[in-house]
């Protein structure tokens, strides 16, 4: 059973670079988020999906970009890095935004810009 | 905006005593409470989930309450174990104007001792 499965696990990026975060779920989950995690801030909402082609702002939505053309995958992706951004991110999901079924974690990516 | 909040922000204790963790939130529209652990470098694993209807719910050794309209929830641990020293995370998914948004406390660090 593979859950909840981000790539990748680390990654180091220079300030102005680029990359997207993969998520990927095989449970047929239809909500999907994502989350940042930094020290003393606890875990903040980022982005969030009701379903396949439809997306929502979280909390700190500003300098991150998401889609969801598939129910499975949700990318997350960092424009243009900024050391501001460095953090751990967790993707979510869970059977559907209105349902009573717990949320569903991957192990998170750890970011760092320099 | 809803706040949630966690008292106390970390606890050491010995072997075999029975803990109480707290849990605040300022929004009493919730769709749920959702209790999580989060071990050093990992992701979160669900514990309990409390619908907003309900006022409590067991697992083995933890039993969570709600009471919606004071904005409290506990997470009560019996007879706590070394193998119980992680860091417990309080979320509350948003109902009403937030509905699809899950807020998080920044945790209780518990540690157990043998």
């Known amino acids: 059973n593979a859950g909840v499965t981000q790539t990748p696990k680390f990654q180091v990026l220079k300030t102005g670079q680029s990359m997207t975060l993969q998520c990927a779920q095989d449970?047929?989950?239809?909500?999907m988020s994502w989350y940042r995690q930094d020290p003393g801030m606890g875990l903040r909402l980022i982005h969030y999906?009701?379903?396949?082609?439809?997306?929502d702002q979280g909390e700190v939505p500003n300098g991150y970009n998401v889609s969801r053309s598939t129910t499975e995958d949700f990318p997350l992706r960092l424009l243009s890095a900024a050391p501001s951004q460095t953090s751990v991110y967790f993707c979510?999901?869970?059977?559907?935004?209105?349902?009573?079924?717990?949320?569903?974690f991957g192990d998170g990516t750890r970011l760092s810009i320099l | 905006k809803q706040e949630v909040t966690q008292i106390p922000a970390a606890l050491s204790v010995p072997e075999g005593e029975n803990l109480v963790l707290n849990c605040s939130f300022t929004?009493?529209?919730?769709?749920?409470l959702q209790w999580f652990r989060q071990d050093p470098g990992k992701g979160l694993t669900s514990l309990l989930l409390?619908?907003?209807?309900?006022r409590e719910q067991t697992s083995g050794r933890l039993n969570a309450s709600l009471d919606k309209s004071s904005g409290r929830s506990t997470l009560y641990i019996a007879a706590s174990q070394p193998g119980d020293s992680a860091t417990y995370l309080c979320?509350?998914?948003?109902?009403?104007?937030?509905?699809?948004?899950?807020?998080f406390g920044r945790g209780t660090q518990l540690t157990v001792w043998p």
């Open positions: 979510a999901s869970s059977p559907g935004h209105g349902s009573n079924q717990p949320q569903h």
């Open positions: 449970m047929n989950h239809e909500y």
């Open positions: 999906s009701v379903g396949a082609g439809i997306t």
């Open positions: 929004d009493s529209a919730i769709y749920n």
């Open positions: 409390i619908q907003s209807s309900q």
């Open positions: 979320a509350v998914f948003g109902g009403g104007s937030t509905l699809g948004r899950l807020y």
